[in-house]
């Protein structure tokens, strides 16, 4: 099992340039999640997905869109980068909304907008 | 909604010591608490969690204990080694999980 995969593992974008962080699990989840990571601010929800199917916004989810493009993949766009969103992104899964659920995260992407 | 406040932001101890970091929580209706480790570069990993009808829980050098009554929820970590250096994220979980801002803990030989 490969668990949670993320590409690119970095990206230099010039502010305006738009661009697709792919996420896929390989562990039959139903609940998959995408944060953002800043020194000194912890990890963000930015959207998430509770079931294939199905998207809902998070804590800071202005500038981005998501797609759960099936029960294995979920997508988060960026359509108009902005230096703001220089952070690293990580996808994370788990088996379900419920309480108590491990949630498993991705290596992570290292975004930079110039 | 929920707001996860963790402190300290920064922790350094001798090898061997102990090592608590605390984290509140502002939703009572909150009924499960993990805790991550962030290596450098690296992605976050569960280490221990603990559901609201527990006190306590231990696994070998960690524990975590839970005061529900004045919502907050602690991580102990014992007999400290360098490679417990780390950044550390407490989380609550009501609805969805929401993150404390990370303990950097160093641990001196």
């Known amino acids: 099992n490969a668990g949670v995969t993320q590409t690119p593992k970095f990206q230099v974008l010039k502010t305006g340039q738009s661009m697709t962080l792919q996420c896929a699990q390989d562990?039959?989840?139903?609940?998959m999640y995408w944060y953002r990571q800043d020194p000194g601010m912890g990890l963000r929800l930015i959207y998430y997905s509770a079931s294939e199917g199905t998207t809902d916004k998070g804590e800071v989810p202005n500038g981005y869109n998501v797609s759960r493009l099936n029960k294995r993949e979920f997508s988060l766009r960026l359509e108009s980068a902005a230096p703001s969103q220089t952070s690293v992104y990580f996808c994370?899964?788990?088996?379900?909304?419920?309480?108590?659920?491990?949630?498993?995260f991705g290596p992570g992407t290292r975004l930079t907008v110039t | 909604g929920e707001n996860v406040e963790q402190h300290p932001s920064t922790l350094s101890v001798q090898e061997g010591d102990s090592a608590v970091i605390k984290c509140t929580y502002s939703?009572?209706?909150?009924?499960?608490f993990p805790w991550y480790k962030q290596e450098l570069g690296k992605r976050p990993q569960l280490i221990i969690d603990?559901?609201?009808?527990?006190g306590e829980k231990k696994d070998q050098r960690i524990a975590v204990t839970l005061n529900k009554t004045a919502k907050h929820f602690s991580l102990h970590i014992t007999e400290t080694q360098p490679e417990d250096s780390a950044v550390y994220f407490c989380?609550?979980?009501?609805?969805?999980?929401?993150f404390g801002k990370g303990t950097k803990l160093s641990v001196k030989p």
């Open positions: 989380a609550a979980f009501e609805g969805n999980l929401i």
């Open positions: 994370a899964s788990n088996p379900g909304l419920a309480a108590g659920r491990e949630q498993y």
């Open positions: 603990i559901r609201s009808n527990v």
């Open positions: 939703d009572s209706a909150s009924n499960y």
């Open positions: 562990m039959n989840h139903n609940s």
